[in-house]
């Protein structure tokens, strides 16, 4: 007998409310890196993704499925089993003659615990402290949303203390700056690659403020033992600079609101949160409540 699908997240829930909201751009890609820094799933990337020579679009191919395993509603187990099975033939040898594979219980709740940091990160530094009470109730959610994807979850915390025990050994033992890693923020340091079709003229003299932009966003959002492994300089000037913006982000949340929707959620979660004010007009599909968006924050 199959094992019925576990219930998805809905507008009720804080993941919801913040994990397709675009303030999250602004901590730029902290969680890809830091997935790309576990050994097993930097060389997965390494020996079977085209992450080296389209890494964009292989960023923005990955975030959508992720997002609809989020705001899917009743096709979110659905989604999040595709998500897994992209992943049954990425394995192979690692560099000491050890395998490794994808679907490994401890490597793909990895890449999952990167993205619910990216998130809780996201809301604290960039709209508003989170209460330990809301940090263990967006920690609860996650599991539900991790069990989506049909993969064990064995190596999952049982509750927020003991992720936060998780995740502090990750980043002192487990990570490492693996050569994926290194590659992912070269343009820190190199400069953003030309886009096809810019001719080279105009791209150098739009280059280096862009170029700046990216370095802020993406060292700024790294923890410091992060930095510290893929050796990206970072100043104490810069951190002081980093935490003004993020305060001047947080000073206009309270205009948040008034903008359009458009502006404020990325589309995975405009469409769910349509189809949820669809559900609580008409009972007959289902009576959804409120989507938790529409309050302030």
Do not use: C
């Not at 190596?155 to 998780?166: L, V």
């Not at 953003?192 to 739009?206: D, E, I, S, T």
């Not at 929707?261 to 949820?276: C, G």
């Not at 004010?277 to 409120?290: F, H, I, L, T």
């Amino acid at each position: 007998m199959t094992d019925p699908a576990p219930s998805p997240l809905g507008p009720g829930s804080l993941t919801w409310r913040y994990f397709g909201d675009t303030r999250m751009l602004l901590v730029g890609p902290r969680a890809a890196v830091l997935q790309n820094m576990l050994p097993a799933l930097g060389q997965g990337v390494l020996d079977h993704s085209v992450f080296f020579a389209e890494t964009f679009a292989r960023l923005k191919r990955s975030a959508g499925p992720i997002l609809d395993t989020v705001y899917g509603g009743e096709r979110a187990a659905a989604t999040g089993r595709t998500v897994r099975d992209y992943h049954r033939d990425i394995k192979g040898t690692m560099p000491d003659g050890s395998r490794y594979h994808a679907l490994d219980p401890e490597t793909y709740y990895w890449a999952h615990a990167t993205f619910l940091d990216n998130m809780i990160y996201g809301i604290e530094t960039f709209v508003r402290p989170l209460s330990e009470a809301e940090k263990r109730r967006i920690y609860e959610e996650s599991k539900v949303w991790f069990r989506m994807y049909g993969v064990s979850d064995r190596a999952m915390p049982d509750d927020w203390d003991g992720f936060r025990r998780y995740w502090r050994r990750m980043l002192d033992e487990e990570i490492v700056a693996h050569k994926t890693a290194r590659y992912g923020v070269g343009y820190v340091t190199k400069g953003l690659p030309a886009p096809p079709r810019v001719p080279a003229p105009l791209w150098r003299a739009v280059s280096p403020p862009l170029d700046a932009v990216a370095r802020f966003i993406t060292v700024g959002g790294m923890p410091p033992r992060m930095r510290e492994l893929l050796d990206l300089p970072w100043s104490a000037a810069d951190e002081r600079r980093h935490r003004r913006f993020a305060a001047l982000v947080r000073k206009g949340n309270a205009l948040w609101p008034l903008l359009p929707e458009s502006v404020r959620y990325l589309p995975q979660a405009r469409r769910a949160f349509r189809e949820a004010r669809k559900a609580r007009r008409d009972p007959r599909r289902g009576g959804a409540q409120e989507p938790a968006r529409m309050r302030a924050s």
